[in-house]
Nanobody, 120 residues
Framework: QVQLVESGGGLVQPGGSLRLSCAAS????????MRWYRQAPGKERELVAL???????NYADSVKGRFTISRDNAKNTVYLQMNSLKPEDTAVYYC??????????????WGQGTQVTVSS
């Protein structure tokens, strides 16, 4: 059984910062790409950032220069450092990972999401 669990969400004022974490646990053989998505009320889920196993990164234009994705392979964890937050960053943030569990083939696993609210 593999799980991805996000943490670090909350309420922050505009201009503030938050750091999200997403830890994978269970019978993990390997993890390739890891990603952060977000979904605001009434909107489709959108890709925010991704990081490959080789630590190449890519960002949505709306967060470039403000958000940084990183990973700790020893801890099977991906992070999203969010700076200069804006009200339009308010959303539920989800992580996913291209993960291979022992005895299975690679598949996409999702976390349950963490709420980020940017408001004064």
């Amino acid at each position: 059984q593999v799980q991805l669990v996000e943490s670090g969400g909350g309420l922050v004022q505009p201009g503030g910062s938050l750091r999200l974490s997403c830890a994978a646990s269970g019978s993990i053989f390997s993890i390739n790409a890891m990603r952060w998505y977000r979904q605001a009320p009434g909107k489709e889920r959108e890709l925010v950032a991704l990081i490959t196993s080789g630590r190449n990164t890519n960002y949505a234009d709306s967060v470039k220069g403000r958000f940084t994705i990183s990973r700790d392979n020893a801890k099977n964890t991906v992070y999203l450092q969010m700076n200069s937050l804006k009200p339009e960053d308010t959303a539920v943030y989800y992580c996913n990972a291209d993960l291979t569990a022992w005895g299975t083939s690679q598949r996409l696993h999702w976390g349950q999401g963490t709420q980020v609210t940017v408001s004064s």
